[in-house]
C-alpha cells in the first residue's frame, strides 16, 4: 500500500512507510469515479482519509467485527460505522427484523406501532425522555432539541463545549470537533454570523469558566448542551463534579440542560451517561446505536418542554421518513439484544479495558509518549503525552504521528477512526483473537512512528 500524498490536498505527510503488500486498486479507481461525482468523493468528509495521509478504503461488506474492502482486505473494525454496531456487523437479530419490516413496505408517512415500541424503550431506559420525538439523524435530533429548548424558554443563547461536535447544526458548529476539528476548520463558511453570536462556546471540563459564563450570561441562556462524555474530540472523559456543576448552573438558571447522548446512549449503558452519574438532564438526544446501523434520531425530554412540540405546541418539526419502519425495526431488535443481557455492558468494559492496556504497553515499549483515554468501549490514542482533557489538550497531540500510526495499523489489518479527533469503538463482536491481533499490528505500528 502506497501513501499517496499528492492525492491528499494540504495534508503534509510527515511520515511514510514503506510499499506494503496490501493492494488498494479497486478502492482507489471507485475513489477516483467518486471525486468526479461527489465533493471530496465522500458522503461525511473524514471518511476521505484526508488527516491520515492516504486515499480511503472503499468497503465491500462486514460481518461481526470484521469488514472487507473493494479489493477483498480484511480489518478488525473499531470504526463500527461511528458507533451505531454495538454488536458488529450483520447481527442476525437486527437482519431478521429489517428483513421482516421489508416485507411489511418502507416507508408509510403515517403512524405505526412499532414507532410507538422503540419510543416505549427508549423511555423505560432513559427515563428522563417523558417524551420522545423520532427523526432521521443525530444532527436533526441536536437542532430541534435546541429549537424546542428556545421555545420553552423564550430566550436564545446556546451554551456548548469546545471540541463537542452535535452534528451540522448551524448555530453548534462553533469550536466543533469531529470533522470540523479534523480539517482545522476555523469556522465553517456558509453560516451567517448572526447565527453564531447566539452561541457560547466554553472549555470542557473548566468549572471555574462555567461559573463565570452562567453568573454573566445564565439568564439569556435558553440551554446548555454537552456530550457528557465526549467522543468527537477524540474520547474524553468529563472531569469529576463537571457535569454536577453544570447541572447546578443550568437548573439555577432555568435553562435547559441537554444531553447529546447520540454516542454515548446505549453504548457506555443501556441508560446512557444520565444512568452512570444519575444525573438527571432536561432533554436528551439520541442517535447511532438506536438505529442499528439504520438512520435514526430522537430527542425527549420532560413532558413540559416537549410539549412545546407541534401539533401540541407551537415549535415546528417533522420529517418525511421520520419513523421509518426499517430503521425502528432495526432499533427495536438492536435495544431488545441489550436490554436482556446484564452483563453486555460489563464484558464490553472489560475486552476495551484489556485492549486499552495493553496498546499502552505497546506504545511503551516502542517510546512512544501517548495518553490513552477511554470510557466503557469508547477509546483513543491520543498521540501526546499530556493528559487530554479538553480540546486544547487534544490537539496537542502530534496528527502527524496519529496519521503514520493509523496507515500502518491499516496495513496490518486494523481499521480505526481515520482522525486523531474520534473515537474509536469496541462492539460485542470483538473476541480476544480480535484484541490479540490488534496489540500485535500496533507493535509494528507504534514502532513505525517511532522510527518515523
Ligand atoms: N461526524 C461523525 C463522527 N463523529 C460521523 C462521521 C462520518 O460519518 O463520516
Redesign the pocket.
Known amino acids: 500500500m502506497g501513501c499517496r500524498p499528492e492525492a491528499v490536498g494540504k495534508i503534509i505527510i510527515a511520515y511514510s512507510l514503506p510499499e506494503g503488500t496490501v493492494k488498494h486498486d479497486r478502492s482507489s479507481e471507485i475513489f477516483q469515479r467518486a471525486r468526479r461525482l461527489i465533493p471530496g468523493g465522500?458522503?461525511?468528509?473524514?471518511?476521505a482519509f484526508r488527516a491520515v495521509g492516504m486515499e480511503p478504503i472503499v468497503i465491500g461488506r462486514g460481518a461481526g467485527a470484521h469488514v472487507w474492502d473493494a479489493d477483498g482486505n480484511q480489518y478488525i473494525d473499531y470504526l463500527g460505522?461511528?458507533?451505531p454496531l454495538l454488536l458488529g456487523h450483520c447481527h442476525p437479530e437486527v437482519i431478521d427484523a429489517v428483513r421482516a419490516a421489508l416485507d411489511r413496505g418502507t416507508s408509510f408517512g403515517a403512524p405505526t406501532e412499532q414507532e410507538v415500541d422503540l419510543a416505549q424503550l427508549i423511555r423505560e431506559a432513559f427515563p428522563s425522555m417523558e417524551k420522545v420525538r423520532l427523526v432521521n439523524s443525530g444532527t436533526e435530533a441536536t437542532m430541534s432539541a435546541i429549537r424546542v429548548a428556545r421555545g420553552f424558554t423564550g430566550r436564545t443563547i446556546v451554551v456548548k463545549f469546545e471540541g463537542c461536535?452535535h452534528?451540522h447544526v448551524d448555530a453548534l458548529l462553533v469550536k466543533a470537533?469531529?470533522?470540523v476539528a479534523t480539517l482545522s476548520l476555523p469556522d465553517t463558511a456558509g453560516i451567517p454570523e448572526d447565527v453564531t453570536r447566539h452561541t457560547i462556546a466554553l472549555p470542557f471540563n473548566d468549572t471555574d469558566a462555567l461559573r463565570d459564563a452562567f453568573q454573566r450570561r445564565g439568564g439569556e441562556a435558553a440551554c446548555a448542551i454537552v456530550e457528557p462524555v465526549v467522543?468527537?474530540m477524540g474520547c474524553v472523559p468529563p472531569a469529576p463534579g463537571f457535569l454536577e456543576e453544570l447541572r447546578r448552573l443550568t437548573q439555577q438558571a432555568a435553562a435547559v440542560l441537554i444531553f447529546d447522548e447520540v454516542?454515548t446512549g446505549f453504548r457506555l449503558d443501556y441508560g446512557g451517561v444520565q444512568r452512570l452519574t444519575g444525573i438527571v438532564p432536561d432533554m436528551t438526544t439520541l442517535g447511532k446505536v438506536i438505529g442499528g446501523g439504520l438512520p435514526v434520531g430522537a430527542y425527549g425530554g420532560r413532558a413540559d418542554i416537549m410539549a412545546q412540540v407541534a401539533p401540541e405546541g407551537p415549535v415546528y418539526q417533522a420529517g418525511t421518513l421520520s419513523g421509518n419502519p426499517l430503521a425502528v425495526a432495526a432499533g427495536i431488535a438492536m435495544l431488545k439484544v441489550l436490554g436482556r443481557d446484564p452483563g453486555l455492558y460489563t464484558r464490553l468494559d472489560r475486552l476495551t479495558e484489556q485492549l486499552a492496556g495493553r496498546l499502552l504497553e505497546e506504545a511503551g515499549r516502542a517510546g512512544v509518549p501517548v495518553t490513552l483515554n477511554r470510557r466503557g468501549s469508547m477509546f483513543t490514542v491520543f498521540f501526546t503525552p499530556r493528559p487530554v482533557t479538553d480540546y486544547a489538550s487534544a490537539k496537542t497531540s502530534d496528527t502527524a504521528a496519529f496519521g503514520a500510526f493509523f496507515r500502518a495499523m491499516l496495513e496490518a489489518g486494523v481499521y480505526l477512526?481515520p482522525s486523531q479527533f474520534?473515537?474509536a469503538f469496541v462492539s460485542t463482536a470483538h473476541t480476544d483473537a480480535d484484541v490479540e491481533a490488534t496489540v500485535r499490528a500496533s507493535r509494528g505500528a507504534f514502532e513505525a512512528v517511532a522510527h518515523k
Do not use: F
Not at 465522500?42 to 471518511?47: A, C, T
Open positions: 465522500v458522503n461525511s468528509p473524514v471518511r460505522s461511528w458507533g461536535y452534528g470537533g469531529s470533522g467522543g468527537n454516542m477512526p474520534e473515537a
